[in-house]
Every structure is written in C-alpha cells, then in structure tokens.
C-alpha cells in the first residue's frame, strides 16, 4: 500500500522526534557521565 | 528474532555503521549521509529504498546538528527560505531521475557509478587539502564577512527580480534558485544532505559571508532532508528501522566527534579520512562489479572494505583523542563548538 500525504507528514514528524529526543537523551548522558570517562581517561 | 524490522545482526551493524557516520559528522562537519547510501546499495537494498531512507537520515542528523550549531550558527533564513521551492523541485526532479533508471534497470549501476566518481573526487580533495595544509595559499579571504571576487562579480550582475538578503545585500532570484535547484537535483538523486556543494555555492555563487554561509547551508540540508522523506516517504521507500537505527548510532557519534575535535588537531586525521573515502569508492565500484561479474566475493569485500576503512578512522581519532588527553596538553576549551 503506497502512503499518503498525511502519512507521509507523519513519517517526517517521526524522524524529528526521533532526532529531537537522541540529541537531548545523549545530552544528558554526556553530562552525566562525560567529565568521568574523560577523568579517568587521563589517569590510565 | 527481529527488531524494527531488521535481524539483530543488521540492527547491530546500522547503530554501528552510524555511530561511525556520527562520529564524521560531528569531527569534520561533513561525511554522514555520502556514506549511507552506498552502504546500503552494497547491502542489495534497492536505489530509491537506499536513497530515500538516507535522506530521512540526513534530516534526522540536520535537525541535531541544527541544534547543535543553534546559538553559535548565523542563518540567512531568509536566502534558506528563498532556496526552499528550488531545492523542492530539484529533489523531485532527482527522485523522478531515480524512478526513470529505475524503470529500465539502471538505477543501482548509475547511481553506484555516480557516488564511485563523488567519493573519489572527494577523497582526493580531502587528500590535497591534507597535504598542503602546511602551506596556507591564502587565496581564501580570512574574515567571515568577506565575500569571493568570482561572488562579487556575479552579484555585479543585475538580472531581475532581485532581491535583499539579510546582511543587506542583493541577489538574483535566478542565481538562488539555479543554486537551490541544482544542489536539489544531486541530492535527490544522491541521497545526501549536498552540504558539500551547497555551502560552496551558496559561498561563491550567491556570495553570503563564510560565517553565515555554513549555518544556511545547514538551513538547507533541514529543508532537503524534510522534503526528501516526505517525498520517498509518499513512494512508502523509506525504511525506518534503518533510519532509526542509523539515527541511534549517529546522534551519539556525533556527539562524541565534535567532543573529539577540543583535543584532536584535524590536521592529523584529514588524511585518514582521504583514504578512507579514496577505499568508500573503490569499495563501491566492487559492488557494481560484484553485481557484473556476479561474484559474491566480491560484494563481501565491498562491505569489508568500506565497514573497515571507516572503522580505522573512528580508531585513529578515538586514539588521537586517548592521546591528547593523557598528555593533558589541550582541553575542551581549546577548540569548543566543533568545525563548524
């Protein structure tokens, strides 16, 4: 079955929520646990 | 078992292929989506699913590093936005030139063919660029509000309707929309984001300042990536397992690359990254002459060749980075926000 229009829409909105919530879920773990690696990185 | 639609072992190879990707994009500012669509061709996907899943990748990875570059980045929106219906109507041309080898059969060989010369004129850019980094020709002007003389003199000509961009300059329409719709047209057909002509164009043909020319080129890989899955997503062509998949790797590479560049020198890796896509074209033109020759053998090199060669990259800079941290000679601060 070929989409339509509106499901087309949909999948755009979908690849932009996916990138939005990647971008900020990393960004928390980049912050939470980025200074640590990089820390310990410099000590082995 | 499947997830998304995909076995674990091709789930396990997109989130890493696209952590890799990330990895490009975040360190040189480039290099994400050309890789994409020959990895998939050489996975026997079929051109119009390769091209319109990458260029749903490419959306993906302009909207995060659209906000990545949000408070740093100048953006002609305005230019963006006058680029829209070229851009628009160039995909739509590319897609149709897609479909129409498509129909006879051509699709994989042409576009195959077509990335075998870009990656390889690429590489060898990069190369170049590599070795004479040492000796800067100072051709290019240094400020970010300068503009080319080649820009100058095309903007000297007054082929109406001419409008004012926003640093209060005029362009023609033509000029705009001949640039929109060219870059359009290669990435429609491509698959790809055309950053790496459309900054150039929008650089020298329209003439806006260095500084603002990348963040409106970024402008337009957003605008690019939206209507390219919009417009393969209406063909039902996009596969959003490997889109989400990709997407999952990139995002986090991404993040770490553009971390990499406060303790890596470019000048080191550049070179790495020529041969590397020096081996991503010779890689593809083992898969078209796999499909040829009907060789298997060869296909299985194809992909060995490309996984492997953007593999070693990711360790070079991986090792590059471990380095300069351990010496703890640079910092974070030392080149914060990345090539861009």
Redesign the interface.
Known sequence: ?????V???G??A???V???A??A???V??RTI?PAI?EK??N? | MEVLGLSVAYLVLFVSFGFMVGVFFGFFGMGGSFLVTPALLILEYPAPVAIGSSM?FV???A??AT??HHDVGQVDYKLGALMFVGIALGIEAGKMLVYGLEAIGQAEVVVGTAYVVLLAVIGVLFLRSAINQSSDDGDEPQSGDDIPEIAKKIKSYNIPPMVTLTDGSKASMWTISGVGGGVGVVSGFLGVGGGFIRMPAIYYLIGVPLAAAVGTSLFGALMSG?VG???Y????V?D?GV??AL??GS??GA?IGS?ATAYVDEDDVTIYFGIMLLLASLAVGLGELANWLAMPILDTASFVLLVGSSAFVTTVIFYYG?QA??T?DVG?SATAGGHE
Do not use: N, W
Request: glycine letters at 16%; hydrophobic letters at 55%; zero cysteines.
């Open positions: 079955m070929v989409p339509g229009p499901q087309a829409i999948f755009v979908l690849v932009f996916q990138a939005v990647l971008y879920g990393y960004g773990l980049e980025g990089i990185l410099g082995a | 749903a959306f993906g990875t909207v995060i906000m990545k939206a899955t919009f417009t997503g209406l063909d039902g996009v959003f889109v989400t997407l999952a995002a986090l993040r971390g471990a941290v351990r703890k974070p």
